[in-house]
T-cell receptor, first 114, second 109 residues
Framework: DSGVTQTPKHLITATGQRVTLRCSPRSGDLSVYWYQQSLDQGLQFLIQYYNGEERAKGNILERFSAQQFPDLHSELNLSSLELGDSALYFC?????????????FGEGSRLTVL | GIQVEQSPPDLILQEGANSTLRCNFSDSVNNLQWFHQNPWGQLINLFYIPSGTKQNGRLSATTVATERYSLLYISSSQTTDSGVYFCAGVGGNDYKLSFGAGTTVTVRA
């Protein structure tokens, strides 16, 4: 158990819909990272938050957005869903802003868009 | 971010065999990790190894930071070792782990 909690574990929805994925970091961690793993793209970095502020942005689509709340949990919002958004979405957390130590991942949220 | 190249892309082993997985980086890294993704999709931390050698049971890893590569050794492989092995690193002023494409390992009984 990494200590990073993600919900829901599985989600099936239709094209055009909107979903929210939730992540609770390990106790004491201030940074949250979101990654997307699709079959043909590997693990792609989406976005990082540190103590409520956006720190780094990767290949995140404009239809996607994220935020980190004062209690440090984070949500990833995916809207106007397309078939190609079907993927495993991982959240990870660390103590630092600039990652120098080990990164721990949650079990992922598997999104299927039909 | 840095580019991470893993080899081989696929590996089929007979139970009990040894193997070496390699990871090359396009630039120097100050953070390097190896992960195992099991058939259920979970990413399991294997090693945090920006330099040097570490061992954990039948697995060991070596990173030669000056030459920008890392190796993961699997000895006496078991069917439970099957899955995808990823290496990932953080380079320079980057904030995130950049992942390689992974090595898919299949261990046959």
């Amino acid at each position: 158990d990494s200590g990073v909690t993600q919900t829901p574990k599985h989600l099936i929805t239709a094209t055009g819909q909107r979903v929210t994925l939730r992540c609770s970091p390990r106790s004491g961690d201030l940074s949250v990272y979101w990654y997307q793993q699709s079959l043909d793209q590997g693990l792609q970095f989406l976005i990082q938050y540190y103590n409520g502020e956006e720190r780094a942005k990767g290949n995140i689509l404009e239809r996607f957005s994220a935020q980190q709340f004062p209690d440090l949990h984070s949500e990833l919002n995916l809207s106007s869903l397309e078939l190609g958004d079907s993927a495993l979405y991982f959240c990870a957390s660390s103590v630092e802003d600039h990652l120098t130590g080990e990164l721990f991942f949650g079990e992922g949220s598997r999104l299927t868009v039909l | 971010g840095i580019q991470v190249e893993q080899s081989p892309p696929d590996l089929i082993l007979q139970e009990g065999a040894n193997s070496t997985l390699r990871c090359n980086f396009s630039d120097s890294v100050n953070n390097l990790q190896w992960f195992h993704q099991n058939p259920w999709g979970q990413l399991i931390n294997l090693f945090y190894i920006p330099s040097g050698t570490k061992q954990n049971g039948r697995l060991s890893a070596t990173t030669v930071a000056t030459e920008r590569y890392s190796l993961l050794y699997i000895s006496s492989s078991q069917t439970t070792d099957s899955g995808v092995y990823f290496c990932a690193g953080v380079g320079g002023n980057d904030y995130k782990l950049s992942f390689g494409a992974g090595t898919t390992v299949t261990v046959r009984a």
